[in-house]
């Protein structure tokens, strides 16, 4: 019988302290140096690869957001403010239902099949808009220069990026809107626009945040 408890007490004993010794390293030690080597390493992407401008943080470069005017009476979607560059749709996007004590976005995708009646509303209303917004006297958008990226939103809703060729047609109406020339807005997209990661991965892209807050330092220079 003593033998017993004393065995029972041990294996508790052994337990217990592999308990501790695991919470310590796992729970404690393991976090610290996880966080210490990414802030020492790669201190930007650890912190959330946040944008700031005039020393203040205006968001990501892994989240994107939209550039609207006031939400005018009786609107329920806000117009685009067409003196900036405008991201993908984010037709895919929800609200928060739930805990309605939070004013939240919830990403995904729209999980519309490609001939579904609704996505290719999306798509036809979305194309009417972007040639009508970026046509300007003496350069209209023909409907087959708009890129698929400009009529439909990412897997997220929340891609950052753009194409080289949805950016492009949108520089006459952003240099129109800014008052600004047309060579001095497509410098600023070539000096934007990132390559494919390692020279194969992906696609051509440009961040549309960092664009606009390069096209407001322009304009404010101007």
């Known amino acids: 019988m003593n033998n017993s408890v004393a065995n029972t007490a041990r294996l508790l004993w052994a337990g217990l302290r592999a ?36 020393g203040k943080v205006v968001g990501s470069e892994l989240i994107g957001q939209r550039y609207d005017l006031p939400l005018k009476k009786g609107q329920e979607t806000a117009a685009p403010d067409l003196k ?6 984010s037709n895919g996007l929800g609200t928060n239902s739930v805990n309605t004590q939070y004013k939240l976005l919830l990403s995904g995708a729209t999980n519309r099949s490609g001939d579904n009646k609704e996505l290719i509303d999306w798509v036809t209303a979305a194309k009417a808009a972007v040639v009508k917004d970026n046509s300007v006297p003496g350069h209209p958008v023909s409907p087959s220069d708009v890129p698929a990226d400009a009529v439909t939103s990412s ?50 892209r440009v961040n549309v945040l960092q664009l606009n807050i390069a096209l407001k330092q322009l304009v404010d220079g101007a």
């Open 19 to 54: 308990l501790l010794v695991l919470t310590v390293v796992c729970g404690v030690l393991y976090p610290l140096a996880v966080t210490g080597v990414a802030q020492g390493v790669f201190p930007d992407k650890a912190n959330g690869s946040e944008i700031t401008a005039n």
């Open 84 to 89: 900036w560059f405008q991201p993908r749709p």
């Open 155 to 204: 897997g997220s809703g929340l891609d950052p990026a753009i194409s080289p060729a949805y950016a492009q047609l949108q520089v006459r109406r952003v240099a129109e809107r800014n008052h600004l020339p047309v060579a001095q807005v497509e410098k600023l997209v070539e000096q934007h626009t990132d390559g494919r990661i390692l020279g194969f991965v992906g696609e051509p």
